[in-house]
């Protein structure tokens, strides 16, 4: 007998709705594409009719001076709904990966814990899979870089630099940085805020957006209270982007990855 209308999973029915949402995604991101670029060029008409109308009529330069603003505050109005949108459809797609993704993963096999990191994180995410077989040079291992005169070191980091329409007009690729440490086994809340402050500096240095930042331990010695709630209720604050969370992976005697907090979908 079919179940009613009332006996409907809620979580179910709300998945269906945002996948409805979502599928809207790349038309609404040309409309503001489309958009974007009209706006942009009848700027540009009007900032050329002002040039002229300097030489004959003060008044009409006064109006096209008054439509440039009102053009600009358009395009800045324009640039939050989609990064709203963007932002919604990023959020939905995590969402949807932690639904389907295995709460504690196996480890892969690799010679050293990092190695195994590394494809652990290839296994779980095609962006980081598609970046490490076209782009070799993106991994790199033992990086040490200088932060005003001090020693940044990281076990390993992934980058994708920054398109340069990104850079400056959002538009195109936003790259990403994934750093990640080995950690110890007792991890402190001072550690672990010194880690987090290494992957912002890492990041820096390596001019991208840090997407993830990554302590991981060796052998699964119990963690503080304190540790715990840092690395679930405290994210790094990232500028002009999603705070990111400081990541605790352990590697457990079972074979699995212990996750803290459980990140998926990322970059």
């Known amino acids: 007998m079919a179940a009613s209308t009332g006996s409907e999973d809620p979580i179910v029915t709300l998945f269906e709705l945002t996948d409805k949402v979502s599928e809207k995604s790349p038309k609404l991101r040309r409309i503001y594409l489309y958009t974007a670029t009209v706006i942009v060029v009848l700027l540009g008409i009007i900032v050329y009719l002002i040039y002229v109308a300097l030489r004959g009529s003060l ?40 639904q389907f993704t295995e709460p504690s993963p196996k480890i892969p096999a690799g010679p050293t814990p990092l190695r195994r990191l590394v494809r652990h994180l290839a296994l779980t995410n095609p ?20 932060r ?5 070191e990281v076990g390993f980091a992934i980058s994708v630099p920054q398109s340069p329409g990104y850079r400056w007009l959002r538009l ?4 990403f940085v994934i750093v990640a440490r080995i950690g110890p086994d007792a991890l402190t809340l001072a550690q672990l805020q010194h880690s987090g402050e ?3 500096a890492a990041a820096r240095q390596l001019r991208g957006r840090l ?9 699964p010695t119990p963690i503080s209270d304190e540790v715990y709630e840092h690395a679930v209720r405290h994210p790094l604050p990232m500028p002009g982007g999603p705070a990111v969370a400081l ?21």
């Open 172 to 175: 195109g690729d936003p790259g």
């Open 247 to 267: 990541e605790v992976i352990t590697e457990r005697e079972d074979g699995t990855y212990d996750l803290i907090p459980q990140v998926t979908g990322v970059p």
């Open 127 to 146: 962006r980081v899979a598609s970046v490490l077989s076209e782009r070799p040079g993106a991994l790199r291992f033992t990086m040490r870089r200088t």
């Open 198 to 200: 290494e992957a912002q």
């Open 59 to 98: 008044w009409f330069a006064s109006l096209g001076l008054a439509a440039v603003v009102l053009g600009g505050a358009a395009l800045v109005l324009l640039a939050e709904t989609d990064r709203f949108y963007r932002a919604f459809s990023e959020r939905h797609r995590r969402l949807r990966m932690l």
């Open 148 to 152: 005003n005169g001090a020693a940044v």
């Open 211 to 219: 997407a993830r930042a990554i302590v991981l331990r060796q052998h």
